[in-house]
């Protein structure tokens, strides 16, 4: 089944550009040049993923995140200007899945768009994990505290998953991105740092005093086996 994206880009020759390349990697992709023409898009039609430029000439990419964070948990990739990190943190922040800065190769467009494809919609094996009152569905892709479903991106909930399914073991950042993508990507590692605070934020009682998802100094993150 092919799959469908929205590319929300004013630059109509990278748009053209990338619409061609993922075009031939059996990809439909719809542009939309403007923030308010790619929400009204994003309300009516379904798509598989988004691809979000953060400077787009109406509305700064960000509120654009934000509002489609408000209706939906689809996969959304920022392209951002090189040099402005504290975009793209403040993207991860908003729920955005990842980020590539431009320019960027194709290739690595490609790689980074199925790997949150992959995170979104690949297969997840049926058996719930709980822990106290912490249920995690790989199933439906879902976490669910006392019952409330917890607002994750696809990217946050594998993040999530892949350290409860190892809950007692510390996990290094590197390991933890050789889960999430198959290969060390050191860009993403602050970015690690920026998912865990939203599902902590999602997950614990008192995000500030982490009992489920703790930071050993030095070391990366451990999901503690028992915390209610």
Sequence with gaps: MTQRLLLIEDDNRLAEMVQDYLGESGFEVTIAGTGSAGLE????????????????PDMDGLDV????????????????????????????????????????????????????????????PNSVLRFGSLEIDPHAMEARVDGRVCSLT????????????????????????????????????????????????????DPNRPRRLITVRGAGYVFARSQD
């Design 154 to 205: 696809a990217h946050q909930f594998k993040l999530l998953e892949i350290l409860a399914g190892r809950a007692g073991r510390v996990l290094s950042r590197d390991a933890i991105m050789n889960a999430l993508t198959g290969e060390n990507l050191a860009a993403f590692d602050r970015s690690i740092d920026v998912h865990v605070s939203r599902i902590r934020a999602e997950i614990e009682e």
């Design 65 to 124: 995140c934000r509002a489609i964070r408000m209706q939906s948990q689809v996969p959304v990739l920022m392209l951002t200007a090189k040099g402005e990190p504290l975009d793209r943190i403040v993207g991860l922040e908003l729920g955005a899945d990842d980020y590539l800065p431009k320019p960027f190769e194709p290739r690595e467009l490609l790689a980074r768009l199925r790997a949150i494809l992959r995170r979104g919609h690949g297969d997840a």
């Design 41 to 56: 898009m994003a309300q009516r039609l379904n798509f598989d993923a988004l691809l979000l430029d953060l400077m787009l």
